[in-house]
């Protein structure tokens, strides 16, 4: 049974609120160093594991680095924004914010820049480890690789944001993973080339956003100019993202049980 909360007139969206909704989410992070180790570190740990497995063949890891730099970032942003953001439902934060004149957008916008910030920290990080720690060799910028590796990053925070809504405890939050993250995981061409695919795989592997992240930090490990496939691969990335922050917006509800 639910009951609804008083509601107050909605205001446009504004920078001043996402902002302090910001700084909100990133004071609550900040006692939660678990959190913090597992989005800032983890990646770091994954890329520094993955080079001396294939120590005996670093071209291996060279071709295979670029696309985990993205895929890495991705997963953990994933799961920490899913489990951050199902705690500030069900502890009914979320609920209480929006019975004030803070709109759904004004609170997306809000997790987003938090976990974004910390994206971009996470991004620069595992990238200067991949490049000038490990010796990942790659033809193109290291910066149009670290663009790509931040949106990844968005890309994982936008649907933590988005599958919390459909999870009532943290184990259903992680669950979420096999469904979500693992059919793109195989999918994406990492283990083997699209084009290879059944034609059906292919044809699903074409509409899922980590097929372009992980395609497009090829074309920065191939060519030494921005390409027009990377151009597509970069829009399609940020275009995802920015649908599923939208779709994130509509699971907001003003009600309480």
Known sequence: MTTDVPRVPLAPLSAARSLATAGRVLRQL???????????????????LLRYVFDGDERTFDSIGASLLGI?????????????TLRERTSGTLERLLAMPLGKGDLIAGYALAFGALAVVQSALATALALWGLGLDVTGSPWLLLLVALLDALLGTALGLFVSAFASSEFQA??????????????????????????VLEGISDVLPMSY??????????????????????????????LVLALGATTLRRRTP
Do not use: K, W, Y
């Open 30 to 48: 900040r006692h939660d160093p678990r959190s913090i180790a597992l989005m800032i570190l983890v990646p770091c740990v994954m890329l520094v």
């Open 72 to 84: 890495f970032p991705l997963i953990t942003m994933f799961l920490v924004t899913s489990i951050a």
């Open 174 to 199: 992680v669950q979420f993973m096999p469904a979500v993250i693992f059919p793109q995981l195989l999918l994406c061409g990492l283990f083997a080339p699209r084009g290879t695919m059944q034609p």
């Open 213 to 242: 992240a992980v395609h497009g930090m090829n074309e920065v490990l191939l060519h030494p100019t921005v390409t027009g496939d990377f151009v597509r691969d970069v829009v399609i990335v940020a275009g995802c993202a920015l």
